[in-house]
C-alpha cells in the first residue's frame, strides 16, 4: 500500500522495439518517430478530426493517408472484439449528435476515483474530460484534484500556485470543500479542488495523522450533505501512497484508464490488490465499475491485442467507447481547456462525451 512510484512519468506512449509483435507499426499519430512526415500527418490529422478532408488530400499522400483512413474504418475491418471509437463516432455528423441531455445518477452523487498507479495512462486526461462531458450534458460535477502534480487544475483552467487553498487544505487542516471550489472556466456546472504542489508533503505528513486514510472521505461526506452534485471525479497520482488511499476510501467506484500499449495491465493486478486491502478494511462499498481504454491506435495490432486482453480481463467492466489517441486531446490542457471546449467537434472529444453517456446511463440501470 505504501508503494510510490515516480511522479510525472513522460507517458508519451512510444513502442518499446521488437517486444515480440513483429507488425506493430511504431509510428505515431503525432508523427513523432517520423519527422520528415510528422508536419504533413499532423495537419491531415487535425483536419480529420475537425472534420474537414485533409487540406492537401489530393497530393501524393499514399500510405500516409491509408494510415488516417485505417484509424477512422476499424470498426468494420477488426474482428469486433474492440469497438473502436470509430464505431462509435460519426465523423460526419457531429453536429448532428447534438448536446446530449445526460440522466442524473438515480442512487445518489457517484464518486468516483480514476486511478493506475502507472504514470501516463490518461487518469487526468480522463477525469477532466468525462467531467466537463457531464457537466455539459446538465451534470452537476466536482473534480477533486489530488495530484501534486496539479494536472487536472490546469486543465480545468484553475489556478493551483501555492498560494492557492485546495486539497491539501482539506485533507490536512480539514478545511470544508465549500471554502476550496473553484468555478471551471469549462462548464457552467462544474467546480474544482486544486492541488498545489503542497500536497506532496501531505503523503508524508499523513503518516502520523489520526484517522489518516478517511479524511478525505469525511470532507467529501461532508460536502455532499449540504451540496446537490451528481458526480464527483477524484483525481489520483501515479502512486499508491496515503492519497491514493484516501481517494479510494472516498469514493464508491473506481475507475482505471488503460493505455492500449505493452505493460498495460502490468501493475493493475497490484492495484487490484490494494483495492482489495481498502475493500476489506476501509470501504466496503469500493467497487472496481468502469475500465477506459486510452490511447488507441487503431493502426497497430499491439492496440487491438492490449484492448482484447483487457475486455478479457474486464469484460464487465470494459466501456464499449476506446479514446483514440488524439493530437486534439493532448493539446487541450496547455490552454487550460478540456478538448470538450478546445475542439468539441473532434474526434477525441466525441469519444469522451460517448464515454461519460455509457457512465451516466449506466448509473441508471444499475
Ligand atoms: P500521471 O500518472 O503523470 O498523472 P496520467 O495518467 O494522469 O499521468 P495524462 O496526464 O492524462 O496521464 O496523460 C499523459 C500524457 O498523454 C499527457 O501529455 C496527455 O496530454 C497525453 N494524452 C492523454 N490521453 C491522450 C490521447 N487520447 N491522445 C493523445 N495524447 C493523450
Ligand atoms: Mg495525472
Known sequence: VSETLPVGWPGTGHFSAGLGWPHVSRETLDGEEDPELGKKKKRKLRDLEDGREPSDSGGAIGT????????TATSTNHNGAVPTPAADVSRETPDQRGDEALPKPTGGPRVLVVANQKGGVGKTTTAVNLAAALALGGLKVLVIDIDPQGNASTALGVAHDDSVAGTYEAIIDGAPLEDLVVASTE???????????????????????VARESRLAKAIRAYLKNHDVDYVFLDCPPSLGLLTVNALVAADEILIPIQCEYYALEGVSQLMNTIGLVKGELNDDLRLSTVLLTMFDARTRLAAQVADEVRLHFAEETLRTVIPRSVRISEAPSYGQTVLTYHPESVGAQCYVDAASEIAHRGVTA
Open 64 to 71: 500516409e493517408w491509408d494510415l488516417v483512413e485505417e484509424r
Open 187 to 209: 462548464a457552467p456546472t462544474l467546480g474544482v479542488v486544486p492541488a498545489t504542489i503542497n500536497l506532496a508533503g501531505a503523503e508524508i505528513q499523513l503518516v502520523s495523522m
